[in-house]
């Protein structure tokens, strides 16, 4: 795709019913995302998902797609400074959820986690930017790779990264410049998420671009509905309903 000029469309899913729609709506790529320990569970951050629950995750969306490539994000702790349990945790994955591809977060100091799993025949996507499971590191949510030096660390990992196997690269929440530029210089493409158009696909959260998760508005987000009222007036349709004995009536009794 990235060869043809065709952009990649990619959006997270957590359970078989999103799953089946956005599969069948023809999207290229679902994330089952660590995005789960916020969207799902209401956590604050990714980092208290466990590799259990990912996998729980992912086996729901695998039942429900048809067309689309599954990517499961390995999730904090599960392969971070210890290669040998980050290919335990991906093998675990890929024969539990019969998921296609896992992603991780980082360059360099995970190179030797990356080099294990692909060298087990499992694809790899990188991740690299803002990379939430580090935020006890970076202290917020800000923009990342503004200034020289983390902008040039990001373009060395990113070549890094292609060089040891990884089939694509997210990037988060960089300067549309930076993003722009790292999409040219590699031959693999790049996924942007608040990274500007440069990139060659996008990534967003679908409780986020569907409007679901309404507490959340980067500058970066395109709401395509909003879900979250349209759920809202339904239920509350429904409860006037129940009350006044509309509901059920006579055709929808046995």
Do not use: W
Request: net charge negative; aromatic share 6%; with cysteine.
């Amino acid at each position: 795709m990235k060869q043809r000029g065709e952009k990649i469309s990619m959006l997270t899913a957590y359970d078989y019913s999103s799953a089946k729609i956005i599969d069948g709506a023809g999207i290229d790529v679902i994330l089952v995302g660590d995005s789960a320990s916020n969207v799902m569970a209401g956590n604050m951050t990714t980092l208290p998902i466990t590799l259990d629950q990912m996998i729980y995750h992912a086996k729901s969306v695998m039942k429900a797609t048809r067309r689309a490539l599954v990517v499961v994000d390995l999730p904090f702790g599960s392969y971070q400074g210890n290669s040998k349990e980050a290919l335990t945790s991906a093998i675990r994955i890929m024969k539990e959820s019969h998921a296609e591809a896992v992603k991780m977060e980082g360059g360099a100091e995970i190179r030797e986690s990356v080099e294990r799993i692909l060298c087990a025949g499992i694809p790899v996507m990188g991740h690299l930017g803002l990379t939430p499971q580090s935020i006890n590191k970076f202290g917020t949510y800000s923009v990342r790779a503004r200034h020289k030096e983390e902008a040039e660390k990001l373009i060395a990992d990113a070549k890094l990264l292609e060089e040891i196997g990884c089939f694509a690269i997210v990037l988060e929440k960089i300067p549309a410049e930076l993003a722009a530029e790292v999409s040219r210089q590699l031959t693999i493409p790049t996924i942007g998420i608040g990274a500007g158009g440069g990139t060659d696909g996008q990534v967003l959260v679908m409780h986020d671009m569907l409007g679901i998760n309404q507490g959340f508005s980067p500058r970066f987000l395109r709401r395509y509905a909003d879900l979250a009222s349209v759920m809202h007036d339904a239920v509350g349709r429904y409860i006037e309903d129940v009350k006044s004995g509309d509901f059920p009536s006579p055709e929808e009794s046995y």
